[in-house]
């Protein structure tokens, strides 16, 4: 089974810049979209941002639009989320995610694999 290892969630202060990062083991990711997914404590799980097979396209959600921008290494097998101006409603555990598509995709459903999360805490 796939094993997603997120990594980089810490506590920020508000207007700091955040990078996470996403290793993929046991296969190759290269064929599938990937996409970063956060739950605040009392929400549902939520799009942040997808990107598709080759890394050529990525597409956000409006609450991160142009603050965020995700990334990925086939060689490497990693996926990364850059976060800038970050704000207390950013606040959430980060999740990576690998769908079973190679077009990326804002729907949960289509994502087969999961890491157990990354904290991220914003504030002052």
């Known amino acids: 089974q796939e094993q997603l290892v997120e990594s980089g969630g810490r506590l920020v202060q508000p207007g700091d810049s955040l990078m996470l990062s996403c290793e993929a083991s046991?296969?190759?990711?290269?064929?599938?979209?990937a996409g970063w997914f956060r739950q605040a404590p009392g929400k549902e799980r939520e799009f942040v941002a997808t990107i598709n097979w080759s890394g050529s396209t990525a597409y956000y959600s409006q609450s991160v639009e142009g603050r965020v921008t995700m990334s990925r290494d086939n060689v490497l097998n990693m996926v990364y989320l850059q976060m800038t101006d970050l704000k207390p409603e950013d606040t959430a555990v980060y999740y990576c995610?690998?769908?079973?598509?190679?077009?990326?995709?804002?729907?949960?459903?289509?994502?087969?694999?999961w890491g157990q999360g990354t904290q991220v805490t914003v504030s002052s």
């Open positions: 995610a690998v769908a079973t598509t190679t077009h990326s995709s804002s729907d949960i459903s289509d994502y087969q694999y």
């Open positions: 046991l296969r190759t990711i290269s064929g599938y979209a």
